[in-house]
C-alpha cells in the first residue's frame, strides 16, 4: 500500500508491529498468531521471528491481508488509520493508486505510474469500484452495461437469470468460500453464562441442531446449487478436508434426523421445545439470507424440538454485536485469505484478541470456546513439514472439532462474478482476489 519509493524495513517492522498492536477483531491480525517477534538489523533486511518452527503457512500469510506494507509516515501504528488520511497520504504502492474516495459508495483508482512490481502495469487506464447494497440494482446495472463487471452476492435467481442473458457473461472461480452457523459458548441455552449453565446440554443442543439441519434442501431449493453441503470446516479440495459432520449426525448419511436429535436432548435430560435465539444478516452474505435462514428455522421447528426466534440485523450493527455476547446463535460467512486447510482453522478456533486486545478465546468468533487439544492439533499441522502426516493431523483437527461443534458448517460456494459480453481479463483463481489490472474491454 506505501507509496513512498523509499521505503525500508523499519516501514516492513511498522507494518507487522501495527497489526499485532492493533488486533482489530475485523481486521486479519490473528493470520499472525504465530508470529513472535519482528526486526530490522539494516535498511534491507527483515527478520521474522517465529513461536513454533517450520510454519507451513507464514509465506501465505505473508501474501494476504494481514502483509501489506504501510507507510509509517502516514499510518497510525496504534489504531485504525482514516481512509481520508490514506488517501491524502497518497499512501498506495501497488498497481493502482486512489483519487477519491467515498466509504461504502466509491473508490476511483488510476494507475501508479511508478509500480516496478512483479505484477507488471495495469492493462486498463483506470478502475471505478462502486458498493451496492441491493444486489438487484447492481445486476440491472450490469446488464444494462452501466458498470462492466459485477462480483459477488447475487442470489442463485439472478444468476440463473444472467446465464441465459446474451448481453453479458458469467465468470466461475474455484470455490473456497463457506456460509456456517456460530454458537456463543456463554449465551447459548445452557451457556456459561445462563441460569442452569450445563456444558453438557450446551453441548446436547449444538447437537441436536446438527442432527436437524437438512444442508441439501438448502443449497437446492434456496441456491440451486450454486451452493453444495459442506460436512466439515475445510471446504472439500483442500489438502486435509474430510467429512468428519457427515457420519456423527443427522442420518449418518449426510440428511437430517429427528430421532436422533430427540435423543440426545432426551438423553441429557433436557424438555422440549428448547427456545433458541437465532441471527442473521440481511445486507452481507447476500440476499438470499433470509430465505436460507427461515429454512433453518422451519427444519429446527419443524420437529417439535425447538422454538426458534429469528432475527436480523444490518451488518454495521451486526459486526459489533456479534462479539458482544448480543447473539446466543448466528450467520457468519467466510472468504478465505489464503489458500491453506489452516486459514479455516487457526483464525476461528485459536484464542484471538477482543477490542480492548485482551487474549480470548474463540479466535475472531469470540464466541468462548476453548479446546488445549484442538489448540494443540492446529498448531502441530501449521508446523508439520511432512505433506502426509500434516494431512492426517488436519483430519484429527477436524474431527475433534466436530464432536465440539463451536460452528456448524453449512454450505460452499465458489466465486461468481458477470460482466459485459465486450469485457476481457476477469480472474477467479484460488487466490480469492478480485484483480482489476487484467481487465479490458
Known amino acids: 500500500m506505501a507509496g513512498r519509493l523509499d521505503l525500508t524495513s523499519s516501514d516492513v517492522k511498522f507494518s507487522f508491529d501495527r497489526q499485532v498492536k492493533i ?8 493470520l499472525l498468531s504465530n508470529l513472535d517477534s ?41 489504531k485504525v488509520t482514516p481512509a481520508a488520511t490514506i488517501v491524502k497520504g497518497k499512501a498506495f504502492g501497488g498497481q493502482y493508486g486512489i483519487d477519491s474516495y467515498k466509504e461504502n459508495q466509491t473508490v476511483k483508482y ?41 462480483y459477488r452476492s447475487f442470489s442463485a435467481t439472478d444468476i440463473d437469470s444472467l446465464r441465459k442473458d446474451k448481453d453479458v457473461k458469467v465468470w466461475d472461480g474455484p470455490g473456497g468460500e463457506l456460509r456456517f452457523i456460530t454458537f456463543n459458548f456463554d449465551t447459548q441455552p445452557f451457556g456459561t453464562k445462563q441460569s442452569g449453565a450445563d456444558p453438557k446440554k450446551a453441548l446436547a443442543v449444538r447437537q441436536a441442531v446438527a442432527d436437524l439441519v437438512d444442508r441439501e434442501a438448502i443449497a437446492k431449493s434456496v441456491y440451486r446449487n450454486t451452493y453444495t453441503p459442506l460436512y466439515s470446516y475445510i471446504p472439500e479440495g ?22 436422533k436429535a430427540a435423543k440426545v436432548l432426551k438423553d441429557a435430560g433436557i424438555p422440549t421445545p428448547v427456545k433458541l435465539d437465532l441471527q442473521y444478516n440481511p445486507d452481507h452474505y447476500g440476499p438470499s439470507s433470509g430465505e ?36 446466543p446463535s448466528y450467520q ?36 468462548h470456546y476453548n479446546n488445549p487439544s484442538v489448540d494443540k492439533l492446529i498448531n502441530q499441522q501449521r508446523s508439520t513439514a511432512d505433506r502426509a502426516k500434516r494431512t492426517q493431523i488436519i483430519g484429527q483437527a477436524q474431527d475433534a472439532l466436530a464432536k465440539d461443534l463451536s460452528t456448524l458448517p453449512l454450505l460452499q460456494g465458489k466465486q461468481v462474478a458477470v460482466s459485459g459480453a465486450d469485457v476481457s481479463g476477469v480472474t477467479l483463481d484460488a487466490s480469492f482476489r478480485f484483480r482489476y489490472a487484467p481487465l479490458t474491454k
Open 38 to 78: 519482528v526486526s530490522a538489523p539494516d535498511d534491507t533486511t527483515v527478520v521474522f521471528k517465529l513461536k513454533s518452527a517450520n510454519d507451513q503457512t507464514f509465506p501465505q500469510a505473508l501474501s494476504s491481508p494481514v502483509g501489506p506494507i504501510v507507510d509509517e509516515q502516514v499510518f497510525s501504528a496504534t
Open 292 to 327: 436460507e435462514y427461515a429454512r433453518v428455522k422451519d427444519q429446527l421447528q419443524s420437529s417439535g424440538l425447538f422454538t426458534v426466534k429469528l432475527q436480523s440485523t444490518e451488518w454495521t450493527q451486526y459486526s459489533k454485536d456479534r462479539v458482544s455476547d448480543v447473539y
Open 23 to 30: 488486533a482489530d477483531p475485523e481486521g486479519p491480525s490473528s
Open 110 to 150: 488510476s494507475p501508479n505510474k511508478n509500480y516496478q512490481g512483479l505484477l507488471g502495469k495495469a492493462k486498463n487506464s483506470g478502475v471505478t469500484t462502486a458498493y451496492y447494497t441491493n444486489a438487484s440494482n447492481m445486476k440491472l446495472d450490469v446488464q444494462n452495461g452501466n458498470i462492466d463487471v459485477a
Open 238 to 259: 483442500l489438502t486435509g478436508a474430510n467429512e468428519s459432520l457427515k457420519s456423527l449426525y443427522g442420518d449418518g448419511q449426510g440428511g437430517p434426523s429427528k430421532e
Open 332 to 367: 457468519l460467512g467466510w472468504f478465505p485469505d489464503f489458500s491453506d486447510a489452516d486459514n479455516y482453522m487457526s483464525p476461528f478456533f485459536l484464542p484471538g484478541k477482543d477490542a480492548k486486545g485482551k487474549v480470548a478465546p474463540g479466535g475472531f468468533l469470540l464466541n
